[in-house]
């Protein structure tokens, strides 16, 4: 079965960068398209960017799109996501998932926090 581990959430100032990593196992996410999502406080979990299985296609969703990068490498069975010049409102707990998501698939997500 396949299981998810999101890496490399921290802490940074706005219009500072983070890679995110999504470590799969279990089983290869090459046949899937997969997704980053987000959840803030207070907040319900919302999408964040999304590659296709392939890897050719990507989507983004509006307030993140020139800011964040998303990416997989196959071979490693491990999907990224760059994010560049952060804003306060991207302070969130990011998860990684299939797209469209799987309820049995979330994880614990990583944190990402952005100050002033």
């Known amino acids: 079965q396949l299981q998810l581990v999101e890496s490399g959430g921290g802490l940074v100032q706005a219009g500072g960068s983070l890679r995110l990593s999504c470590a799969a196992s279990g089983r290869t996410f090459s046949n899937y398209a997969m997704g980053w999502f987000r959840q803030a406080p207070g907040k319900g979990r919302e999408f964040v960017a999304s590659?296709?299985?392939?890897?050719?296609?990507?989507y983004y969703t509006d307030s993140v799109e020139g800011r964040f990068t998303v990416s997989k490498n196959t071979d490693k069975n491990t999907m990224f996501l760059q994010m560049n010049s952060l804003k306060l409102e991207d302070t969130a707990v990011y998860y990684c998932?299939?797209?469209?998501?799987?309820?049995?698939?979330w994880g614990q997500g990583t944190q990402v926090t952005v100050s002033a």
């Open positions: 590659i296709s299985w392939a890897g050719g296609t990507t």
């Open positions: 998932n299939a797209f469209p998501a799987v309820e049995t698939l």
